[in-house]
């Protein structure tokens, strides 16, 4: 009777595991799925896989595809596939020179834009000099400032860095000024009735508010980081992951083509895992159902 009756209480007690898990659980269980369709079309012969190799195929020989991945000797004079780091260290600095030019784009493009969103809103002559043109160069494609980059910057980290910038840069400014705009009104005019300066609103109350449409923002241009970075990548701008994949297009090796994607995807997703993460930290004053955390 004591058991039965102490049953809740026990439950109750019972230790929960954080959140991250169980998303993170559901994640796996996706892709999982994925890969046993993937599977079951090579099994039934509708997968060719000399051109679509399933997983296993792609993921079986990991030691085989990191020797295509010192991609640093391909602009050595002489230099073969075999000299160079190891097969392992060559895959961590690969993709590690390919993370470090999305970080180090993505945040330049973040503070430029959100910088220029507000100083757009907040001086109005700037808006006139300035928004017309970000405007006007917003629809342009990556793509074509890839020979901008390669004159002003020729080969290596600057010009790959330099196309994930204005990759995002003139659409996350509009996002900004359009977060600024959808500022609920009634927060501004409190804070103008309590006697705050415009220096404060957009200080304490126009800045705080955006933040968490600010950080959906650049998670979603994460995903654009990383396209325009192996643009610039493949062609020739730079090593990394984006050499890896002209290379294996130029030698029609599909599973180093797959290997690689599944590599990118990999990363791309802790990525955006760990923003998720960084989002439920930082905007603490956010009620944590909200849909702004949940990204919706």
């Not at 600057?158 to 900004?176: E, G, I, K, Y």
Request: with cysteine; net charge positive.
């Amino acid at each position: 009777m004591s058991v039965a009756l102490n049953a809740p209480a026990m439950a109750l007690r019972r230790p929960s595991l954080p959140p991250w898990v169980g998303k993170l659980g559901w994640a796996v269980v996706s892709i999982g799925m994925f890969c046993a369709i993937w599977e079951a079309l090579w099994a039934a012969g509708l997968a060719d896989p000399r051109l679509l190799p399933p997983p296993h195929v792609f993921l079986g020989n990991i030691a085989g595809q990191a020797k295509f991945f010192n991609t640093v000797s391909r602009w050595q004079v002489g230099a073969g596939m075999d000299s160079g780091p190891p097969p392992a260290l060559a895959v961590v600095y690969t993709a590690g020179a390919t993370i470090g030019r999305v970080l180090s784009g993505l945040v330049i493009a973040s503070v430029l834009s959100v910088s220029l969103g507000v100083a757009i809103r907040y001086f109005l002559l700037f808006e006139r000099l300035t928004l017309p043109t970000i405007t006007l160069l917003a629809p342009v494609s990556p793509i074509a400032w890839l020979p901008v980059a390669i004159f002003m910057f020729g080969i290596g980290n600057r010009p790959a860095v330099f196309m994930v910038v204005v990759a995002l840069l003139f659409h996350m400014t509009l996002s900004t000024i359009a977060q600024i705009d959808g500022v609920n009104r009634n927060f501004i005019h409190v804070a103008r009735t309590m006697g705050a300066s415009k220096r404060q609103i957009y200080a304490r109350v126009i800045v705080p508010a955006i933040l968490p449409g600010m950080l959906l923002v650049l998670r979603m241009n994460l995903f654009a980081a990383w396209m325009a970075v192996l643009i610039a990548e493949s062609t020739g701008v730079g090593y990394g992951l984006g050499q890896v994949i002209m290379l294996a297009r130029n030698t029609f090796n599909p599973s180093l083509v797959f290997f690689t994607i599944a590599l990118i995807g990999v990363l791309g997703f802790a990525f955006d895992f760990a923003l998720r993460l960084l989002q439920n930290r930082l905007l603490y004053w956010v009620p944590k159902g909200s849909e702004a955390l949940r990204g919706l």
